[in-house]
Nanobody, 122 residues
Framework: VQLQASGGGLVQAGGSLRLSCVVS????????IGWFRQAPGKEREGVFC????????YYADSVKGRFTFSRDNSKNTVYLQMDSLKPEDTALYYC????????????????WGQGTQVTVSS
């Protein structure tokens, strides 16, 4: 399984970015997917996740109403649309995936992409 994230960049506060992550290697579309971020000096945190079972969807409180997840199974790609960005959203963003069929989605995933940097200036 491989994940390739892209779409990060430098944006002013209030702006938008769309992160993309191409997921390859799973035999079906039923896998958990998550977006995580880590800012300098801080622990990694979950931003969004979706369980393989489809019964659990999570958005961090800090991004609810501003970030939106979507996926295009025909392109094996998942997206994170980030609107109304704030300086505190600055971090290295990772997409991650896991084939375990669990009813929850926030856990340490097996497969990780390389990360894409998001920097929001004030």
């Amino acid at each position: 399984v491989q994940l390739q994230a892209s779409g990060g960049g430098l944006v002013q506060a209030g702006g938008s970015l769309r992160l993309s992550c191409v997921v390859s290697g799973f035999s079906s579309d039923y896998y958990a997917i998550g977006w995580f971020r880590q800012a300098p000096g801080k622990e990694r945190e979950g931003v969004f996740c979706f369980s393989a079972s489809g019964r659990s969807i999570y958005y961090a409180d800090s991004v609810k109403g501003r970030f939106t997840f979507s996926r295009d199974n025909s392109k094996n790609t998942v997206y994170l649309q980030m609107d109304s960005l704030k300086p505190e959203d600055t971090a290295l963003y990772y997409c991650a995936a896991d084939g375990k069929n669990l009813d929850y989605c926030l856990y340490d995933y097996e497969y990780w992409g390389q990360g894409t940097q998001v920097t929001v200036s004030s």
